[in-house]
């Protein structure tokens, strides 16, 4: 699916870097305390922001690790192996449907396939954390809120960035020889 040689990148290990700092500080300002034990925040902007542009393994790696680490520092490390996993699915996905074609429909189902992941993940993660099926139901509208925003964020964003930097697109090299 990728080339090794990706993971090698200097440029890639750089975008990388930035990316997950840029999610870890999206997940980090705003947190909006949730019943639950959770938080609604705008990370998901991030994490689909950099799988669209920098395709699904910046996306990946940004994605678990800025919003895992936004868990870590904020008070909630429980939460954090989950939110690697989904979010950096998340990202995969996000970068994975996009395909390095910048075309608003795929944009727009990616989001979707991402906020699917977001709250099947979350309920099941709520569902093992707080050992209850009903109290882990109980964030599904946040985390479709959260999901929702995340994506009218991103997809102009992403659209207002590659306006003012054509080559910001990665190019999908799964695919190439």
Excluded: C
Excluded at 116 to 123: E, H, R, T
């Amino acid at each position: 699916m990728f080339k090794r040689e990706m993971l090698t990148n200097p440029r890639t290990l750089a975008l990388t870097g930035v990316m997950t700092a840029v999610i870890f500080v999206m997940t980090s300002i705003i947190k909006i305390p949730t019943a639950a034990g959770g938080f609604i925040h705008f990370g998901d902007a991030g994490v689909l922001f950099a799988g669209f542009a920098f395709g699904p393994v910046v996306g990946m790696i940004a994605g678990g690790l800025g919003t895992a680490l936004a868990d870590m520092a904020g008070g909630y490390a429980l939460w954090a192996p989950s939110t690697l996993v989904i979010h950096g699915l998340m990202g995969l996905a996000a970068g994975y449907l996009v395909g390095g074609k910048p075309q608003l429909q795929r944009l727009i189902v990616a989001s979707g396939i991402s906020g699917v992941i977001l709250v099947l993940g979350y309920l099941i993660a709520g569902t093992i954390i707080l050992s209850s099926f009903g109290t882990a139901l109980t964030e599904v509208p946040l985390n479709l809120v959260q999901i929702a925003v995340g994506a009218v964020v991103a997809i102009p964003l992403f659209f207002a960035v590659l306006r003012a930097y054509p080559p910001l697109i990665w190019h999908n090299t799964a695919s190439e020889g």
